[in-house]
């Protein structure tokens, strides 16, 4: 019986009851509470609110024309797409939805509700000219924040897919082969249309000193319609009669003239690129590693350059050229008028990867007195072993400065013979030296030192050998060294947090202008999310721990301070005579 009613007692304890908070979804608020109080103190929604009202934007407000009814305030715009950025919201669709719905957006807007044909307009056009500014304003924070120093640059590139079909390609080699084929047909068109004239000429036995002269050999399609024009003016009596004569020439007019100007459009919008998308014109087809396996794949896009320090984006630049080393240039030119902009010097020292070191890059470094940490490439191939020890490689070979020629390791000399001169595609000039060997027939070696069937040649620029040699030094100093270790923790986690962890790995505007603008938006949103972290760092964490030190580092510390007091020992009451201080064992 008391057993029975000790568990009736466990039964009813309330502790093992299911209990749920009170849920009254209708239920009226007596104060409502206002936006200011729903968006919390520390949040990055507040940052971005302060930096953009504390831009100068007056470039951004000199873009509207005026006239009409109102607009929008762009800085209220502004800071829907930069905190739609950084939310890795992209989509003018999904910002307009997000100015509706999410509490943040409704803060930012003051509860204005704009449209995605409002916010896209403004992306695509007054931002486009004036993000350069705006991305200065953040810029210029930074460094007063003291983010930023401007003392190191840390270069790199990646590939960035277009909004463009991908199987809307021209390539160059196409247009060119077939552009060629097409001007051999109307030549030969031209050449059977002279021939049935002289031909009808002599059947009809018409003799006539002004005879139609023969059509000259037509590579454009305005020399093309200057010929049609004067073979129609000479041949309008037979044209009339001869059909075969008037079929060719209405083949030459109505389709080789149409399609030889089609090829001229393609050349003159590939512009020196190998190739272009029908839907993206200033778009590139660039092998991009973009499935599972990183396998290379060809698609329309764009090539991202940016500089950083502290993994602060400095500056970018979007190149139609798939190779980084001819498009070094002209992003440190964008660089030095963005940081001109605002008042500030190029940074001291520049770091990049092999693919960017030339002469051309090289030299312009020198010029504009930064210091070299580029590297070159065969940068970590000469100092293999199998390198080193090469006798036959050029830079192992013996070299007579005085006389100017190399020795081979069979005692022959490679004599100096010409200067050649070579230009690349942005009309830089190069020099190289030609050295030539005079007897290789019989030599025992040559199977080891080349393969050529005429006497060994080599090429030497000497430019090219200073600047490696420079470069060499600098890369294998302290500073260099620490450079190097840097550099793969600057640019590259950059990349990695905008295409991985925001997700942006394709464009949604075309055009180089509107990509660009639209890059300039990423890169502002990842300046300002990183000055927030690094802000919200200082506040947890305003001294962060110290691990305490190691034996090693004890017996350092002990060693330097024994040391530093034998000699204050000695300065103060002076060494015996005839004798060494010595250290004592510690």
Not at 153 to 163: P, Q
Not at 555 to 572: D, G, H, P, S
């Amino acid at each position: 019986m008391l057993l029975s009613c000790n568990m009736s007692k466990k039964q009813t304890k309330s502790h093992g009851k299911v209990t749920f908070k009170k849920y009254e979804q209708h239920q009226g608020l007596l104060f409502m509470p206002s936006l200011e109080e729903l968006v919390p103190e520390c949040h990055i929604v507040r940052l971005v609110s302060k930096a953009v009202d504390g831009m100068g934007l007056d470039t951004l407000l000199n873009a509207y024309s005026g006239g009409g009814a109102s607009n929008y305030h762009p800085k209220m715009l502004l800071k829907v797409l930069v905190y739609g950025y950084i939310d890795r919201i992209y989509s003018s669709r999904r910002l307009e939805k997000a100015t509706k719905e999410n509490v943040n957006f409704m803060w930012l807007t003051g509860m204005q509700k704009p449209d995605h044909n409002t916010i896209n307009r403004f992306r695509k056009g007054q931002l486009k000219e004036t993000v350069k500014d705006v991305f200065a304003s953040v810029l210029q924070l930074l460094l007063e924040m003291g983010m930023v120093k401007l003392e190191d640059y840390h270069i790199d590139g990646t590939k960035l897919e277009s909004a463009a079909n991908r199987y809307t390609f021209v390539w160059a080699k196409s247009v060119e082969g077939n552009k060629m084929r097409l001007l051999s047909k109307i030549n030969a068109l031209l050449d059977q249309i002279e021939e049935e004239n002289e031909r009808e000429e002599a059947e009809q036995k018409y003799e006539d000193e002004t005879k139609p002269p023969t059509p000259r050999q037509v590579d454009t399609s305005e020399k093309l319609k200057e010929t049609i024009n004067n073979l129609n003016e000479q041949l309008k009596e037979r044209l009339s009669t001869s059909k075969k004569l008037r079929r060719k020439m209405d083949k030459l007019e109505h389709d080789h003239l149409g399609k030889l100007q089609e090829y001229e459009q393609h050349e003159s919008k590939l512009n020196g690129r190998n190739s272009y998308s029908k839907t993206d014109e200033d778009a590139t087809f660039m092998r991009m590693k973009d499935d599972h396996m990183q396998n290379g794949q060809l698609k329309p896009g764009y090539n991202v350059q940016i500089g950083t320090e502290n993994q602060f984006i400095v500056n970018y630049t979007l190149h139609q050229n798939s190779n980084d080393m001819p498009v070094l240039k002209e992003h440190l030119e964008d660089t030095q008028a963005q940081l001109a902009s605002i008042g500030r010097p190029m940074p001291r020292r520049a770091s990049a990867d092999a693919g960017y070191g030339s002469e051309e890059n090289y030299d312009y470094l020198e010029s504009m007195g930064i210091e070299n940490y580029v590297k070159y490439p065969g940068f970590y191939q000469e100092q293999r072993k199998e390198v080193i020890n090469n006798p036959f490689r050029i830079e192992n070979l013996y070299y007579n400065a005085q006389q100017d020629y190399f020795v081979c390791p069979m005692g022959q000399r490679l004599t100096y013979r010409y200067t050649a001169k070579t230009k690349s595609k942005n009309g830089y000039q190069s020099s190289t030296r030609i050295y030539q060997a005079q007897r290789c027939t019989a030599c025992p070696l040559r199977g080891a030192c080349h393969k050529a069937q005429t006497d060994r040649i080599i090429q030497i620029n000497p430019n090219l050998q200073r600047h490696k040699q420079k470069a060499r030094e600098n890369l294998w100093s302290i500073r260099g060294i620490y450079l190097r270790r840097k550099r793969c923790i600057e640019p590259e986690p950059v990349f990695g947090q905008i295409k991985w962890n925001r997700g942006f790995k394709r464009f949604l505007l075309r055009g180089l202008p509107k990509v660009t603008c639209e890059f300039g938006l990423i890169a502002i949103a990842h300046n300002l999310k990183k000055l927030w972290a690094r802000l919200q760092l200082a506040l947890t964490m305003p001294n962060p721990p110290v691990l305490p030190p190691t034996s090693a580092q004890k017996l350092e510390k002990t060693t330097q301070n024994a040391f530093f007091y034998r000699i204050a020992a000695v300065i103060l009451h002076g060494a015996p005579d005839n004798r060494k201080i010595q250290m004592l064992p510690i």
